[in-house]
């Protein structure tokens, strides 16, 4: 094989890019992917400690809001009024509470998922939990 001093200057560029550049740029991509990866940003648009916030109230004593309200204004035109499904999937009839932790049914409320809006930023945490328990203990039951 030539030595890089025998090529012309273009073939050096490339022999450059080739060895150096470009390894060090799929480096770069592999790392960042990683990184994005493990942060838990993507999935949980940065939401953790609200989400982390809203569980506690689920599983807690404290006296929240209207659930069933709170679920047949925002909630029961894509699930049904009783989580039978329309536009969003089966949710009643204790399906959710089997089907998901209560982390990761209050993460989907909060973040969205598919189809279903992101509540996180349009409902209080109180009504956030209060759906989730209503849903989770209450619905088509």
Known sequence: MPSIADASPFANVLAVVR???FPLVVCA???GAAVACGSGSSSSGGSSGKVAAIVTMVNG???LPDGRLLFNQNCAVCHG???QGAIGPKIGDGVVAAKYTVQQHV?????GRNGMPKWGDQ???DE?????KYE???LGR
Not at 107 to 111: E, G, P, Q, R, Y
Not at 128 to 132: F, G, K, W
């Open 29 to 31: 991509l592999v790392v």
């Open 81 to 83: 009024a009783q989580g």
């Open 136 to 138: 989770r203990e209450k």
């Open 19 to 21: 060895r150096i550049v």
């Open 128 to 132: 956030i939990a209060a759906i989730v």
């Open 61 to 63: 004593s404290k006296k």
């Open 107 to 111: 993460t989907i409320v909060v973040n």
């Open 123 to 125: 409902l209080k945490n």
